[in-house]
């Protein structure tokens, strides 16, 4: 979906121009630019809108995977989605190698990469 949505609005650009172009090349007159100018600006401004929200997929789609396999490497046990800054730190540990705060059920230092044992 997402470089569906990119490629659609990179065409509802390119599509508008050219119709701008040909509409006020075959017209010969310059205040025809005029009349056109409100729908060409929407329609660029459309697709632009249309490839960044596909390009956002994309990275949302690459924030979902990173976030899966820190659970994946870190375990299961250490992703919990409701928690806050406090509660959080008040269950961390510096890791031996880099002295990084970590959470204390952590596996692995997510810094470093050093197994905790």
Known sequence: MDKFLEIA?????????????????????????LFILPWVVTSVIGGVVLAAFGSMLTQLKAIRIAVETQVLRNGAASYRPNETSSTLLAHMKKCRECASPIRADANVCSYCGAKQT
Do not use: E, F
């Not at 390119?14 to 017209?27: F, H, K, N, Q, R």
């Open 9 to 33: 609005g990179i065409l509802t650009v390119l599509l508008a121009l050219l119709a701008a172009l040909i509409i006020v090349g075959s017209s010969g007159n310059a205040t025809t630019l």
